[in-house]
Protein backbone atom coordinates (compact mmCIF):
# COMPACT_ATOMS: atom_id res chain seq x y z
CA UNK A 1 0.00 0.00 0.00
CA UNK A 2 1.00 3.48 -0.85
CA UNK A 3 2.30 6.19 1.71
CA UNK A 4 -1.15 8.00 0.92
CA UNK A 5 -3.17 5.01 0.97
CA UNK A 6 -3.57 4.35 -2.08
CA UNK A 7 -2.98 0.97 -4.02
CA UNK A 8 -0.44 1.61 -6.37
CA UNK A 9 -1.57 -1.46 -8.29
CA UNK A 10 0.65 -4.52 -8.83
CA UNK A 11 4.37 -3.62 -9.95
CA UNK A 12 5.78 -4.31 -13.20
CA UNK A 13 7.80 -7.71 -13.28
CA UNK A 14 11.37 -7.82 -12.97
CA UNK A 15 13.78 -8.62 -16.09
CA UNK A 16 14.73 -12.43 -14.58
CA UNK A 17 11.29 -12.95 -13.41
CA UNK A 18 10.21 -12.19 -17.40
CA UNK A 19 12.49 -14.85 -17.98
CA UNK A 20 11.83 -17.14 -15.86
CA UNK A 21 8.04 -17.44 -17.47
CA UNK A 22 9.70 -17.51 -20.76
CA UNK A 23 11.75 -20.66 -19.92
CA UNK A 24 8.74 -22.02 -18.37
CA UNK A 25 6.28 -21.43 -21.34
CA UNK A 26 8.86 -22.33 -23.73
CA UNK A 27 10.58 -25.49 -21.81
CA UNK A 28 13.90 -23.44 -21.61
CA UNK A 29 17.10 -24.94 -19.59
CA UNK A 30 20.65 -24.32 -19.84
CA UNK A 31 23.69 -26.11 -19.06
CA UNK A 32 25.58 -24.00 -16.88
CA UNK A 33 25.05 -20.49 -14.96
CA UNK A 34 27.30 -18.65 -17.17
CA UNK A 35 24.86 -19.72 -20.67
CA UNK A 36 22.05 -18.71 -18.23
CA UNK A 37 23.64 -15.27 -17.54
CA UNK A 38 24.39 -15.36 -21.72
CA UNK A 39 21.14 -16.29 -22.39
CA UNK A 40 19.55 -13.75 -19.99
CA UNK A 41 21.44 -10.81 -21.00
CA UNK A 42 20.53 -11.78 -25.05
CA UNK A 43 16.82 -12.24 -23.42
CA UNK A 44 17.45 -8.35 -22.33
CA UNK A 45 18.79 -7.30 -25.86
CA UNK A 46 15.79 -8.97 -27.41
CA UNK A 47 13.25 -7.07 -25.27
CA UNK A 48 15.05 -3.69 -26.25
CA UNK A 49 14.97 -4.42 -29.75
CA UNK A 50 11.45 -5.65 -29.64
CA UNK A 51 10.44 -2.27 -28.00
CA UNK A 52 12.40 -0.55 -30.65
CA UNK A 53 10.72 -2.41 -33.70
CA UNK A 54 7.32 -1.50 -32.11
CA UNK A 55 8.17 2.31 -31.85
CA UNK A 56 9.04 1.68 -35.32
CA UNK A 57 6.19 -0.18 -37.38
CA UNK A 58 4.00 1.59 -38.79
CA UNK A 59 1.20 -0.86 -38.77
CA UNK A 60 -0.12 -2.39 -35.95
CA UNK A 61 2.04 -5.12 -35.10
CA UNK A 62 3.44 -6.32 -31.72
CA UNK A 63 6.95 -7.29 -30.74
CA UNK A 64 7.87 -9.16 -27.54
CA UNK A 65 8.57 -12.36 -25.95
CA UNK A 66 8.41 -15.04 -28.31
CA UNK A 67 9.90 -18.69 -28.84
CA UNK A 68 12.94 -17.23 -30.08
CA UNK A 69 14.06 -14.54 -27.80
CA UNK A 70 16.54 -16.14 -26.01
CA UNK A 71 18.53 -16.60 -29.52
CA UNK A 72 20.84 -13.71 -30.98
CA UNK A 73 19.64 -12.36 -34.33
CA UNK A 74 22.26 -14.39 -35.97
CA UNK A 75 22.30 -17.36 -34.48
CA UNK A 76 17.80 -16.91 -35.34
CA UNK A 77 18.92 -15.94 -39.18
CA UNK A 78 21.53 -19.26 -38.77
CA UNK A 79 18.82 -21.63 -36.91
CA UNK A 80 15.69 -20.58 -38.87
CA UNK A 81 17.04 -18.67 -42.37
CA UNK A 82 16.96 -20.31 -45.32
CA UNK A 83 19.84 -18.71 -47.17
CA UNK A 84 18.96 -20.97 -50.50
CA UNK A 85 15.74 -18.97 -50.78
CA UNK A 86 17.59 -15.58 -52.06
CA UNK A 87 19.13 -17.59 -54.80
CA UNK A 88 18.31 -17.05 -58.47
CA UNK A 89 14.71 -18.83 -59.76
CA UNK A 90 14.86 -20.74 -62.66
CA UNK A 91 13.73 -20.55 -65.75
CA UNK A 92 10.54 -20.79 -65.13
CA UNK A 93 7.13 -20.45 -67.29
CA UNK A 94 6.31 -16.21 -66.00
CA UNK A 95 2.61 -15.87 -66.76
CA UNK A 96 2.23 -12.66 -66.11
CA UNK A 97 -1.03 -10.23 -66.34
CA UNK A 98 -2.90 -13.54 -66.03
CA UNK A 99 -3.79 -16.87 -64.09
CA UNK A 100 -4.55 -19.26 -67.22
CA UNK A 101 -2.30 -21.32 -67.87
CA UNK A 102 -0.71 -21.30 -71.44
CA UNK A 103 1.23 -24.07 -73.53
CA UNK A 104 3.37 -26.42 -71.74
CA UNK B 1 -10.40 -8.65 -56.94
CA UNK B 2 -12.48 -8.93 -53.91
CA UNK B 3 -11.34 -6.60 -50.83
CA UNK B 4 -11.02 -9.53 -48.80
CA UNK B 5 -10.11 -13.32 -48.91
CA UNK B 6 -9.20 -15.90 -46.18
CA UNK B 7 -9.23 -18.93 -47.15
CA UNK B 8 -8.50 -20.36 -43.61
CA UNK B 9 -12.60 -19.62 -43.69
CA UNK B 10 -12.93 -22.23 -46.38
CA UNK B 11 -13.50 -25.52 -44.86
CA UNK B 12 -10.96 -28.65 -44.50
CA UNK B 13 -8.87 -25.72 -47.16
CA UNK B 14 -5.68 -25.09 -45.37
CA UNK B 15 -4.08 -27.85 -43.68
CA UNK B 16 -2.97 -27.42 -39.76
CA UNK B 17 0.14 -25.15 -39.03
CA UNK B 18 3.54 -27.17 -39.01
CA UNK B 19 6.86 -26.84 -37.40
CA UNK B 20 10.23 -27.37 -38.51
CA UNK B 21 12.38 -27.28 -35.69
CA UNK B 22 16.09 -27.62 -35.89
CA UNK B 23 15.49 -28.33 -39.79
CA UNK B 24 15.61 -25.03 -42.21
CA UNK B 25 12.73 -26.73 -44.06
CA UNK B 26 10.69 -23.92 -44.78
CA UNK B 27 10.60 -24.72 -48.45
CA UNK B 28 9.54 -27.35 -47.94
CA UNK B 29 6.54 -26.73 -45.69
CA UNK B 30 5.04 -23.67 -47.86
CA UNK B 31 5.34 -26.45 -50.70
CA UNK B 32 3.77 -29.11 -49.07
CA UNK B 33 0.71 -26.16 -47.57
CA UNK B 34 0.15 -24.88 -51.36
CA UNK B 35 -0.05 -28.64 -53.17
CA UNK B 36 -2.33 -29.29 -49.76
CA UNK B 37 -4.66 -26.41 -50.36
CA UNK B 38 -5.21 -26.72 -54.15
CA UNK B 39 -5.66 -30.35 -53.54
CA UNK B 40 -8.40 -29.52 -51.71
CA UNK B 41 -9.87 -26.59 -53.71
CA UNK B 42 -10.01 -28.78 -57.00
CA UNK B 43 -10.80 -32.09 -55.70
CA UNK B 44 -12.65 -31.28 -52.76
CA UNK B 45 -10.54 -33.84 -50.92
CA UNK B 46 -8.30 -33.02 -48.18
CA UNK B 47 -5.10 -34.47 -48.16
CA UNK B 48 -1.61 -33.96 -46.19
CA UNK B 49 1.23 -34.79 -47.97
CA UNK B 50 4.95 -35.70 -46.72
CA UNK B 51 7.29 -33.37 -45.99
CA UNK B 52 10.03 -35.97 -45.28
CA UNK B 53 9.44 -37.02 -48.64
CA UNK B 54 9.96 -34.05 -50.22
CA UNK B 55 13.30 -33.73 -47.72
CA UNK B 56 14.38 -37.10 -48.59
CA UNK B 57 14.28 -36.91 -52.48
CA UNK B 58 15.53 -33.42 -53.10
CA UNK B 59 17.95 -33.04 -56.37
CA UNK B 60 19.75 -30.70 -54.13
CA UNK B 61 21.09 -33.04 -51.48
CA UNK B 62 19.86 -32.08 -47.75
CA UNK B 63 16.97 -30.20 -47.07
CA UNK B 64 16.92 -29.66 -43.87
CA UNK B 65 20.46 -26.27 -44.78
CA UNK B 66 17.40 -24.63 -46.98
CA UNK B 67 16.03 -25.36 -50.13
CA UNK B 68 14.37 -23.98 -53.45
CA UNK B 69 10.69 -23.87 -53.62
CA UNK B 70 10.96 -24.79 -57.28
CA UNK B 71 12.99 -27.60 -56.62
CA UNK B 72 10.41 -28.68 -54.00
CA UNK B 73 8.45 -28.66 -57.16
CA UNK B 74 10.20 -30.37 -59.57
CA UNK B 75 10.90 -33.23 -56.91
CA UNK B 76 7.04 -33.96 -56.74
CA UNK B 77 6.76 -33.71 -60.56
CA UNK B 78 9.74 -36.29 -60.51
CA UNK B 79 7.91 -38.15 -58.46
CA UNK B 80 4.72 -38.67 -59.86
CA UNK B 81 3.10 -36.98 -56.46
CA UNK B 82 3.40 -36.98 -52.73
CA UNK B 83 2.85 -39.92 -50.40
CA UNK B 84 0.51 -38.82 -47.24
CA UNK B 85 2.13 -37.50 -43.79
CA UNK B 86 0.98 -40.52 -42.33
CA UNK B 87 2.33 -42.76 -44.09
CA UNK B 88 5.94 -41.11 -44.42
CA UNK B 89 5.73 -38.59 -41.73
CA UNK B 90 8.20 -36.17 -40.51
CA UNK B 91 11.35 -36.43 -38.95
CA UNK B 92 13.23 -33.06 -38.86
CA UNK B 93 16.07 -34.63 -40.32
CA UNK B 94 16.92 -35.04 -44.34
CA UNK B 95 17.99 -38.33 -45.75
CA UNK B 96 18.29 -39.97 -42.53
CA UNK B 97 16.75 -42.78 -44.77
CA UNK B 98 17.49 -43.04 -48.61
CA UNK B 99 14.23 -41.24 -50.63
CA UNK B 100 11.86 -43.84 -50.35
CA UNK B 101 9.32 -42.07 -52.78
CA UNK B 102 8.43 -45.99 -54.37
CA UNK B 103 7.41 -47.04 -51.11
CA UNK B 104 3.74 -45.63 -50.63
CA UNK B 105 1.07 -44.62 -52.35
CA UNK B 106 0.24 -40.97 -53.85
CA UNK B 107 -1.92 -38.81 -52.44
CA UNK B 108 -1.82 -35.68 -54.60
CA UNK B 109 0.15 -34.70 -57.28
CA UNK B 110 0.55 -32.07 -59.77
CA UNK B 111 0.73 -30.90 -63.27
CA UNK B 112 3.41 -28.07 -63.09
CA UNK B 113 4.48 -24.59 -61.16
CA UNK B 114 4.86 -20.87 -62.16
CA UNK B 115 6.21 -18.22 -61.11
CA UNK B 116 3.40 -15.50 -61.23
CA UNK B 117 4.02 -11.59 -61.39
CA UNK B 118 5.54 -9.64 -59.32
CA UNK B 119 2.80 -7.13 -58.11
CA UNK B 120 0.83 -7.47 -55.20
CA UNK B 121 -2.48 -6.91 -57.21
CA UNK B 122 -1.52 -10.00 -59.51
CA UNK B 123 -0.74 -11.76 -56.51
CA UNK B 124 -4.43 -10.92 -54.33
CA UNK B 125 -6.16 -12.13 -57.59
CA UNK B 126 -4.79 -15.14 -58.12
CA UNK B 127 -4.78 -15.80 -54.67
CA UNK B 128 -8.01 -15.39 -54.71
CA UNK B 129 -9.78 -17.05 -57.67
CA UNK B 130 -7.23 -20.18 -57.66
CA UNK B 131 -5.94 -20.25 -54.16
CA UNK B 132 -2.91 -19.81 -52.04
CA UNK B 133 0.18 -19.50 -53.39
CA UNK B 134 3.60 -19.57 -51.90
CA UNK B 135 6.38 -16.14 -51.30
CA UNK B 136 9.77 -15.84 -50.04
CA UNK B 137 10.24 -13.39 -47.50
CA UNK B 138 12.65 -11.16 -45.07
CA UNK B 139 11.94 -13.16 -41.71
CA UNK B 140 14.32 -10.55 -40.14
CA UNK B 141 11.43 -8.94 -37.91
CA UNK B 142 9.92 -12.20 -37.09
CA UNK B 143 12.00 -13.06 -34.16
CA UNK B 144 10.04 -10.63 -31.85
CA UNK B 145 6.63 -10.70 -33.42
CA UNK B 146 3.55 -11.30 -31.36
CA UNK B 147 0.83 -10.16 -33.28
CA UNK B 148 -0.93 -7.87 -35.64
CA UNK B 149 -0.13 -5.95 -38.90
CA UNK B 150 3.76 -6.02 -39.45
CA UNK B 151 4.27 -2.42 -41.94
CA UNK B 152 8.13 -2.00 -41.62
CA UNK B 153 9.90 1.75 -41.17
CA UNK B 154 12.08 2.28 -44.20
CA UNK B 155 15.37 -0.02 -44.07
CA UNK B 156 13.82 -2.22 -41.62
CA UNK B 157 13.45 -5.60 -43.49
CA UNK B 158 15.52 -5.12 -46.76
CA UNK B 159 13.07 -6.56 -49.65
CA UNK B 160 16.26 -7.65 -51.65
CA UNK B 161 17.25 -9.70 -48.51
CA UNK B 162 14.57 -12.79 -48.95
CA UNK B 163 15.64 -15.98 -46.82
CA UNK B 164 12.27 -17.68 -45.35
CA UNK B 165 9.32 -18.69 -47.65
CA UNK B 166 5.68 -19.12 -46.45
CA UNK B 167 2.32 -20.04 -47.34
CA UNK B 168 -0.15 -16.68 -48.55
CA UNK B 169 -3.61 -17.71 -47.68
CA UNK B 170 -5.59 -14.31 -47.37
CA UNK B 171 -5.56 -10.73 -47.41
CA UNK B 172 -7.81 -7.75 -45.62
CA UNK B 173 -7.83 -4.66 -44.28
CA UNK B 174 -7.86 -3.38 -40.64
CA UNK B 175 -10.91 -1.33 -39.14
CA UNK B 176 -10.51 2.47 -39.71
CA UNK B 177 -8.61 3.27 -36.09
CA UNK B 178 -7.53 -0.13 -35.23
CA UNK B 179 -5.03 -0.28 -32.23
CA UNK B 180 -2.60 -2.97 -30.79
CA UNK B 181 -3.95 -4.73 -28.31
CA UNK B 182 -1.79 -3.05 -25.81
CA UNK B 183 -2.57 0.71 -26.85
CA UNK B 184 -6.09 -0.38 -26.06
CA UNK B 185 -5.11 -1.16 -22.00
CA UNK B 186 -2.10 1.34 -21.92
CA UNK B 187 -2.35 3.73 -24.44
CA UNK B 188 0.58 4.72 -23.68
CA UNK B 189 2.52 4.21 -27.57
CA UNK B 190 2.46 6.81 -29.83
CA UNK B 191 -1.12 7.28 -31.41
CA UNK B 192 -1.10 5.13 -34.70
CA UNK B 193 -2.87 6.14 -37.80
CA UNK B 194 -6.48 6.43 -38.24
CA UNK B 195 -6.77 5.05 -41.56
CA UNK B 196 -7.43 1.21 -42.24
CA UNK B 197 -4.25 -0.88 -42.79
CA UNK B 198 -4.44 -3.50 -46.34
CA UNK B 199 -2.51 -7.00 -45.05
CA UNK B 200 -1.60 -10.23 -46.14
CA UNK B 201 -1.89 -13.13 -44.43
CA UNK B 202 0.50 -15.96 -43.88
CA UNK B 203 1.36 -19.22 -42.49
CA UNK B 204 4.55 -19.77 -41.04
CA UNK B 205 6.00 -22.97 -39.92
CA UNK B 206 6.95 -22.45 -36.69
CA UNK B 207 4.13 -24.53 -34.99
CA UNK B 208 0.91 -22.67 -33.48
CA UNK B 209 2.48 -21.54 -30.78
CA UNK B 210 4.14 -18.69 -32.51
CA UNK B 211 2.54 -15.46 -33.49
CA UNK B 212 -1.30 -15.38 -34.24
CA UNK B 213 -1.65 -18.87 -34.09
CA UNK B 214 1.09 -19.78 -35.99
CA UNK B 215 0.27 -17.03 -38.89
CA UNK B 216 1.17 -13.52 -39.37
CA UNK B 217 0.35 -10.25 -41.03
CA UNK B 218 2.09 -8.06 -43.47
CA UNK B 219 1.87 -5.20 -44.78
CA UNK B 220 0.03 -5.07 -48.60
CA UNK B 221 0.62 -2.79 -51.07
CA UNK B 222 4.33 -1.70 -50.16
CA UNK B 223 6.33 -4.99 -51.09
CA UNK B 224 6.71 -5.26 -47.36
CA UNK B 225 10.02 -7.37 -46.56
CA UNK B 226 10.11 -8.63 -50.35
CA UNK B 227 7.20 -10.14 -50.58
CA UNK B 228 6.84 -9.44 -54.24
CA UNK B 229 9.74 -11.72 -54.70
CA UNK B 230 9.59 -14.95 -55.70
CA UNK B 231 5.81 -15.59 -55.35
CA UNK B 232 5.02 -19.09 -56.84
CA UNK B 233 2.45 -22.07 -57.09
CA UNK B 234 1.99 -25.19 -57.92
CA UNK B 235 -0.78 -26.15 -60.82
CA UNK B 236 -3.14 -28.42 -59.68
CA UNK B 237 -5.99 -29.70 -62.39
CA UNK B 238 -9.36 -29.67 -61.79
CA UNK B 239 -10.93 -32.77 -62.56
CA UNK B 240 -13.61 -32.78 -65.14
CA UNK B 241 -16.42 -33.97 -62.86
CA UNK B 242 -15.63 -31.45 -60.62
CA UNK B 243 -15.24 -28.07 -62.37
CA UNK B 244 -17.29 -25.74 -60.33
CA UNK B 245 -14.76 -25.09 -58.20
CA UNK B 246 -14.46 -23.37 -54.08
CA UNK B 247 -13.82 -19.44 -54.01
CA UNK B 248 -11.89 -17.81 -51.35
CA UNK B 249 -14.22 -16.63 -48.26
CA UNK B 250 -14.19 -13.03 -47.64
Not at chain 2, 56 to 77: E, Q
Not at chain 2, 116 to 134: D, F, S
Amino acid sequence: QGIGGQDPGPRPLELKEVFTLFQIQYNRSYSNPAEHARRLDIFARNLARAQQLQEDDLGTAEFGVTPFSDLTEEEFGQLYGNQRAAGRAPNVDRKVGSGERGES
Amino acid sequence: VPSTCDWRKARNIISSVRNQKSCKCCWAMAAAGNIEALWAIKHKMSVEVSVQELLDCDRCGNGCSGGYIWDAFITVMNNSGLASERDYPFRGEARAHKCQAEKYKKVAWIQDFIMLPENEQGMARYLATEGPITVSINMQLLQNYKNGVIRPAPGTCDPQHVDHIVLLVGFGKTKSGERRQTEAVLSQSKPRPRHSTPYWILKNSWGAQWGEEGYFRLHRGSNACGITRYPLTALVDTPVKKRHTISCPP
